[in-house]
């Protein structure tokens, strides 16, 4: 079981930079393939990115190629989304996910845990 703490969310200008973190504890991190995902007032969650147990490879929707990118260190059990080029459209509650099962990564039905959202608020 891992339990998954987000961080770093915060208010930040269009146009503008934010760095959120995922913080595990627990066993087998690195053996995890985790997401990022997003929720909007009155929107449903919403698949940002994902990469893979090894970091090796990363996968985004495509309103974020370009301007995302998820990292992970396994040694410091900690998972990165930098958001750069940031849009008033991107505010929402951030949430890290961490999954062992296979299946379509963009599916939330597809990860066992989840940590408890950050917030990142995007001003135009």
């Known amino acids: 079981q891992v339990q998954l703490v987000e961080s770093g969310g915060g208010l930040v200008q269009a146009g503008g930079s934010l760095t959120v973190s995922c913080a595990a504890s627990g066993r087998s991190f690195s053996s995890y393939g985790l997401g990022w995902f997003r929720q909007a007032p009155g929107k449903e969650r919403e698949f940002v990115g994902f990469?893979?147990?090894?970091?090796?490879?990363?996968y985004y929707t495509d309103s974020v190629k370009g301007r995302f990118t998820i990292s992970r260190d396994n040694a410091l059990n900690t998972m990165y989304l930098q958001m750069n080029s940031l849009k008033p459209e991107d505010t929402a509650v951030y949430y890290c996910a961490a999954r062992t099962q296979f299946g379509e990564v963009e599916v939330i039905s597809n990860y066992d845990y989840w940590g408890q959202g950050t917030q990142v608020t995007v001003s135009s």
């Open positions: 990469i893979n147990w090894s970091g090796g490879t990363t």
